[in-house]
């Protein structure tokens, strides 16, 4: 185990699962990297870090904060040990995510529609109300194929005893894809020949899928469909993410101010006049989408594109309106709706969610709230939440007031603790808190995921929260073949 | 191609070639400097590359380290190098997706370069002209970058439309600001004088292959001007320009194509059938003003016709 002192102050928290280490032995997917790194001493390692850091700057893998006027370049914390995931643990992800994904694909379809799970009592149609992300517009709107969620990103974490969760289901604008493919690239720079020899499977085919199904929604028939990415600009933090996706696809990249809808149709402003557009793949919420039937103040998004969406004539990825399948308080009947539309079990298991509408529920969870995590339902980022092992008195009965106000609006979930990953902290290996967010693409030749992830890490020591506007980072995700 | 993308290009383009022409007449400017103190003044390039005003000019114009870090470092000057980076950074940045990835590295680098802190210290306290260099070497590598990796098509088109009307008009904007300093007297016979001037625009070689006589105004005019072979003269720039212009030609957009080509033609026969003696003879500044102005309203019609957008 010895060699450069890397694994000294390795210390597995006892009530956690760690993805390297099992009862003081690594596990057999993280031997030949902890061989590889062993031979390096510290210097080489650090070094490595500081190059993977120069990459991300030199490529304008950045984002920008804004302070005083000046613009300041930052990149996302990466953390340069990869984390691995075996083939076994894959296929069942795998299987477990499409599964899911087929099902809330039928319940958008459903409740815009005859709302058949609703009227068999399944859900309860009040739940679908009282969601803000539910859309009247969208109510009997085709969409083409019937797929309303085109790409998702659901985050999985892993509790104790090893056995994966879903923690939420991302069918909106799910963001991180293009870390997914940089970190791979770095990695390739700073740790030469790892991949090939540790067996490691691609995640270069991702564009290339999304960019297929994008062309197979095109409402006119033609061989080269017009498909967009439309950004909210450069001043976003994801912008880096768009105009890699639009690169990497061959696509253009479109602001709202580009666009322009005539007759319900849309147009982009071009150097030759205007040319027509078929596919969006949007990354501007719904909220700002059409500022004629949502935001009226917004600018981001093209005035009358909903009416060129209603008539057919343009395809929006994701569909509007999908708020309503990963808000937290339906979350909790994702499990219901693979049996009721699948007539399955459900293969990935929900955390035990408890609707503080329900009376019964509140109780429970005022009881036990230092062992309960309150989340908003409408929230996403790591916002807006109370981890009742970590809160002050004082503000435990702040929240408490507020969710009296409007309990729909939040939700509790027991505290699961996330499973831990090595990290290169300070010249030593340390356990740190990771999720899993797989990207799954929706075709209509069906659901593909390609193998790999963004595998976000709490960086701060004990800390459970991973999102990136909470001080997380990410890693390469591995997905070893066979 | 979005209309968007074109303009974003093309003011791109035009910022790196306005950096690089400053980057080169600084560097010159400052070896000038170092030679006889008495008979240099930052006057001219003050007047040409800021908007101070009369007043600060004349105190700056013997100072080189605060000019330099005025002209290069200094964020309250909107034309100073470390502006006009950012500034062709944003837009390269905004489109991404129609330059290589190669440029945009070679942008962002160029960007982290200015903006580290080390640099402005250099150039109180070192040799500005290891700075400069390291600056101009940058840009150097964005032309040759473009050169072979960008596909020749329409954004291709765009980066040099911009890239020539900059450099027509700051060839122009330097002889005029050099012979205005001399009160466009022709006969002004100070050798060191044109020799700078070529040599911060890089035709001193070719003016010494050219002409055997001496330094002469009459010379210098018709090399910056007339040169077709001198890459920052105005006919060369005129050329290049209408060049990459004719490939925008389409169907689609005939009535805005045919409008530019009509104002390009007309500015090229005008500066193709001048001589010396006529431009002299119409007087060096209104010449040189009537060039700056037909490339003004160029810029401005394709502003109207390829980058409408808002």
Not at chain 1, 390 to 398: D, F, G, N
């Amino acid at each position: 185990m010895q060699g450069n002192g890397l694994l000294n102050n390795y210390l597995v928290d006892t009530n956690t699962w760690d993805e390297m280490y099992s009862n003081d032995t690594i596990r057999d997917q993280y031997r030949g990297v902890v061989e590889f790194l062993q031979q390096l001493n510290i210097d080489e390692l650090s070094k490595k870090e500081e190059q993977a850091k120069r990459l991300f700057m030199s490529q304008g893998i950045t984002f920008t904060v804004y302070s005083s006027g000046e613009g300041i370049e930052k990149i996302f914390p990466f953390d340069i040990i990869p984390r691995i995931i075996t083939a076994a643990e894959w296929n069942y992800i795998e299987a477990g995510i499409k599964q899911r994904l087929k099902a809330l694909n039928l319940f958008l379809k459903d409740i815009y529609n005859q709302q058949f799970i609703v009227k068999d009592g399944v859900v309860p149609i009040d739940m679908i109300y009282s969601c803000p992300h539910y859309l009247r517009e969208m109510h009997q709107l085709p969409v083409p194929h019937d797929i309303y969620v085109h790409i998702a990103g659901i985050d999985l974490i892993r509790n104790n005893d090893g056995s994966f969760y879903i923690l939420e289901d991302n069918l909106r604008t799910p963001s991180g894809v293009s870390y997914m493919l940089e970190n791979r690239e770095i990695i390739k720079r700073i740790f030469p020949d790892m991949l090939p020899r540790n067996n490691v499977r691609s995640v270069m085919e991702y564009p290339d899928i999304l960019h297929k199904n994008l062309v197979s929604l095109s409402p006119r028939q033609t061989a080269h469909p017009t498909i967009v990415v439309l950004t909210p600009g450069i001043y976003n933090s994801a912008y880096f993410e768009h105009t890699t996706l639009a690169r990497l696809m061959g696509v253009e990249l479109v602001e709202g101010r580009d666009l322009l809808v005539d007759n319900h149709r849309v147009y982009m402003k071009t150097t030759t006049g205007l040319q027509q557009v078929d596919v969006i793949y949007r990354r501007v919420d719904d909220d700002f989408l059409d500022p004629l039937v949502f935001n009226p103040s917004s600018t981001l998004g093209v005035a009358g594109i909903m009416g060129a969406y209603r008539k057919g004539n343009v395809a929006i990825v994701n569909a509007v309106g999908n708020g309503v399948a990963d808000d937290k308080a339906i979350y909790a009947y994702v499990p219901d709706m693979i049996k009721y539309y699948l007539n399955q079990d459900p293969i990935l298991k929900n955390v035990p969610t408890y609707q503080l509408a329900n009376a019964e529920h509140r109780e429970h969870v005022f009881k036990n709230i230092t062992q309960m995590v309150i989340k908003k339902t409408n929230e996403s980022g790591g916002y807006g939440m109370l981890m009742g092992h970590a809160a002050e008195e004082e503000e435990i009965v702040q929240y408490k007031e507020a969710v009296m106000k409007d309990p729909r609006q939040f939700i509790a979930q027991p505290i699961i603790s996330l499973s831990s990953a090595p990290c290169y902290m300070n010249g030593k290996l340390q356990p740190r808190r990771v999720d899993l967010r797989p990207y799954a693409l929706c075709g209509p030749a069906g659901i593909e995921i390609v193998p790999g992830g963004l595998t976000r890490v709490a960086l701060r020591e004990g800390s459970l929260v991973v999102n990136s506007s909470q001080g997380g980072g990410s890693k390469d995700t591995w997905v070893l073949a066979g | 191609m979005l209309s968007r993308v074109a303009d974003s290009l093309y003011w791109m383009s035009r910022y790196i070639e306005r950096t690089d022409g400053i980057l080169r007449m600084l560097k010159i400017n400052y070896a000038s400097s170092q030679d006889d103190i008495s008979e240099f003044s930052w006057k001219s390039a003050l007047r040409i590359f800021t908007y101070l005003e009369e007043e600060p000019i004349n105190k700056f114009s013997h100072q080189s380290r605060e000019v330099l870090q005025y002209m290069i470092a200094d964020k309250e000057n909107p034309n100073s190098v470390i502006n006009i980076i950012t500034r062709a950074r944003e837009n390269g940045r905004s489109v991404q997706d129609h330059i290589t990835k190669e440029l945009w590295q070679c942008l962002n680098d160029f960007y982290h370069v200015i903006r580290d802190e080390q640099l402005s210290g250099s150039l109180d306290r070192e040799d500005p002209v290891t700075v400069l260099d390291a600056l101009i070497k940058q840009a150097t590598l964005y032309y040759g970058t473009i050169d072979v990796t960008m596909a020749r098509g329409e954004g291709y088109a765009f980066i040099n439309i911009g890239k020539f009307i900059e450099r027509a008009t700051q060839s122009a904007d330097i002889l005029d600001v050099k012979f205005s300093d001399v009160d466009y007297d022709i006969s002004a016979a100070d050798t060191t004088y044109w020799k700078y001037l070529l040599l911060s625009i890089s035709g001193y070689e070719l003016y010494l292959k050219t002409y055997r006589s001496g330094f002469e105004a009459r010379n210098v005019v018709e090399q910056v001007v007339l040169n077709r072979n001198f890459p920052r003269s105005v006919l060369y720039s005129i050329n290049q320009l209408q060049r990459y212009f004719m490939r925008l030609k389409s169907d689609r957009h005939a009535e805005s194509y045919n409008k530019i080509e009509f104002m390009l033609g007309r500015l090229k026969s005008k500066v193709n059938y001048s001589t010396v003696d006529t431009i002299l003879e119409q007087g060096l500044h209104e010449y040189l003003d009537e060039v700056r102005k037909e490339l003004h309203e160029i810029g401005v019609a394709l502003n109207q016709n390829y980058f409408a957008y808002i």
